[in-house]
């Protein structure tokens, strides 16, 4: 479908924002969960791979501090935990160029979110596909049928800005998609490392 690409992105970006940035900081998303199986087997590597390379030490700092810490008793051990995946999270979102704003419960990711992850493990990128599609059709008859409904500007100025306002909104969907289909928008917050190295830090 050559016009998937920019309907995941206009889904993302214009249908849900904020939604990628609310992704890895939920107690079930995939940073917590390689977290927590590191904390379980002591393999810190795949944690990692979610902080910039300069942020490597005090992940491992963190990590060593929560391995020790957590051997002095069930509560020590949440707390530990806690305190390493808040750190992590932290970090993680640094390195995005994206605020930290504390951990969230499990539970509360949009569907959108979950069918992304549900397709790695399953390899089956097909209800993705469906749920983004459908949610972008629907997003962009609802702004096509709202401007049919209305005159374009004639005599009565009040109707007129109604027609321009539900206009304004139609083609900047159109725009959009357009847009990020070309890679011209809506691009994921840029690593702070890549940020520095573009500005010459």
Same mark, same amino acid.
């Given at each position: ?21 609310? @992704?890895?900081?939920? %107690? ?19 944690? %990692? ?15 060593? !501090? ?22 992590? #999270? ?17 539970? #509360? !990711? ?13 390899? *089956? #990128? ?12 629907? &997003? %962009?008859? +609802? ?7 209305? *005159? ?9 800005? +109604?027609? #321009? +306002?539900? /206009?304004?909104?139609?083609?900047? /969907?159109?725009?959009?998609? @357009? !847009? ?5 928008? &809506? +691009?994921?917050?840029?690593?702070? !490392? ?6 010459? @830090?």
């Amino acid at each position: 479908m050559k016009t998937f690409p920019a309907l995941l992105s206009l889904f993302v970006v214009v249908l849900a924002p904020g939604l990628a940035s609310a @992704h890895c900081d939920t %107690l079930d998303g995939p940073v917590v969960k390689t977290a927590q199986k590191a904390l379980e087997t002591g393999k810190l590597e795949p944690v %990692l791979a979610w902080v910039q390379p300069g942020d490597e030490a005090e992940i491992r700092a963190a990590f060593a !501090q929560a391995s020790r810490v957590r051997k002095l008793g069930p509560e020590a051990r949440d707390l530990a935990d806690r305190s390493f995946l808040e750190t992590l #999270v932290r970090v993680h979102r640094a390195g995005e160029g994206a605020p930290y704003t504390g951990l969230k419960p499990a539970g #509360v !990711q949009d569907p959108s979110l979950v069918a992304a992850d549900k397709a790695i493990e399953t390899g *089956k #990128v097909e209800p993705v596909t469906k749920l983004l599609t459908d949610a972008v059709k629907t &997003g %962009l008859s +609802e702004r096509f049928a709202r401007l049919r409904a209305l *005159k374009p500007p004639g005599d009565d100025v009040s109707k007129g800005r +109604e027609w #321009v +306002e539900a /206009y304004v909104a139609y083609v900047h /969907y159109v725009e959009g998609v @357009h !847009q990020l289909s070309a890679g011209k928008a &809506g +691009e994921h917050a840029e690593p702070r !490392q890549a940020q520095a190295e573009r500005h010459g @830090h």
